[in-house]
């Protein structure tokens, strides 16, 4: 693959505990629960959930770029591209990994609740250009199209594009808000994935306005693993991905051994934590 592409900026990590039983989060919101559910494979509920708030805030653009996430991710999972071989070996990304296809009903689903969260945000930083709130749906949406134009559709610089701009937007919410953790990742997965490129392709995509640096991408996606809320748990999959890249089997296992536990129905981490041992 010519651009390895964002490895799913969005993302998708809400860092709430284990269990599925809302019971055992009595102070969950909402969004909290339906990105907890979507985690753990939950994705009809998450759904519910998320429709739900949706309907009671529809003002929110975060309601729809979550649903957008809901769909996007039940989309990989059904694909299996959510397997972190395909981000450990970059030549699982070549060829058909799937015999399966797309769902054109899925895409036609996920393209009108990015285009929905786009609208919402765009009219509310028409009125407020510092809404975190809109500015951070907007950095979540344009990374959803990023992956799915890169880990579905294949299409490169369209994913890349997506990417750089979302990056852009992130950095627009850090400047208002440097402790809004969750928006690090976008820029931290920019550096990180373009860095493995090589040199040539590297000095291109820096004319291009993208950024390539890898130190500066694993220290932006820590900064959300450690304390991101949405994208926490998301943002410490990536870590154990780049930490099986760098040979470093140890911290790979920790993070998908907690990870395994906290979402006890997401076959993922269980799956590639056997594969480690």
């Known amino acids: 693959m010519v651009l390895t592409t964002?490895?799913?900026?969005?993302?998708?990590?809400?860092?709430?505990?284990?269990?599925?039983?809302?019971?055992?989060?009595?102070?969950?919101?909402?969004?909290?629960?339906?990105?907890?559910?979507?985690?753990?494979?939950e994705f009809d509920a998450a759904r519910q959930t998320f429709a739900a708030y949706k309907s009671q805030n529809p003002d929110d653009p975060v309601g729809p770029v979550s649903m957008a996430?809901?769909?996007?991710?039940?989309?990989?999972?059904?694909l299996r591209i959510l397997q972190s071989a395909f981000f450990v070996h970059d030549e699982n990304f070549r060829g058909e990994h799937s015999p399966l296809g797309p769902s054109q009903g899925m895409r036609a689903a996920f393209d009108r609740e990015i285009d929905l969260a786009q609208r919402i945000a765009s009219r509310r930083l028409a009125s407020?250009?510092?809404?975190?709130?809109?500015?951070?749906?907007?950095?979540?949406?344009l990374g959803l199209s990023s992956d799915y134009a890169g880990l579905i559709e294949k299409r490169d610089l369209a994913a890349l594009s997506a990417m750089k701009q979302s990056r852009q937007l992130s950095e627009k919410l850090l400047s208002i808000d440097p402790h809004y953790?969750?928006?690090?990742?976008?820029?931290?997965?920019?550096?990180?994935?373009?860095?493995?490129?090589?040199?040539?392709?590297?000095?291109?995509?820096?004319?291009?306005?993208?950024?390539?640096?890898?130190?500066?991408?694993?220290?932006?996606?820590?900064?959300?693993?450690?304390?991101?809320h949405y994208l926490k748990p998301f943002a410490r999959l990536l870590v154990a991905v780049a930490a099986l890249r760098d040979g470093d089997i140890a911290t790979a296992k920790n993070i998908l051994g907690d990870l395994s536990q906290q979402f006890p129905h997401n076959r993922l981490y269980s799956e590639e934590l056997s594969r480690l041992r």
Do not use: C
């Open 181 to 228: 953790y969750d928006a690090y990742i976008a820029g931290g997965v920019e550096n990180y994935i373009l860095s493995q490129k090589g040199l040539a392709l590297r000095w291109l995509l820096r004319l291009g306005g993208a950024e390539t640096d890898k130190a500066e991408g694993l220290r932006r996606v820590k900064l959300t693993a450690e304390k991101g």
């Open 69 to 78: 996430a809901a769909y996007l991710f039940a989309e990989f999972d059904r």
């Open 6 to 41: 964002p490895i799913l900026f969005a993302f998708l990590a809400f860092a709430p505990p284990s269990a599925t039983n809302p019971q055992a989060h009595p102070a969950e919101t909402p969004i909290e629960l339906g990105y907890r559910q979507m985690y753990d494979l």
């Open 128 to 141: 407020n250009p510092r809404d975190t709130n809109a500015l951070f749906a907007s950095v979540l949406a």
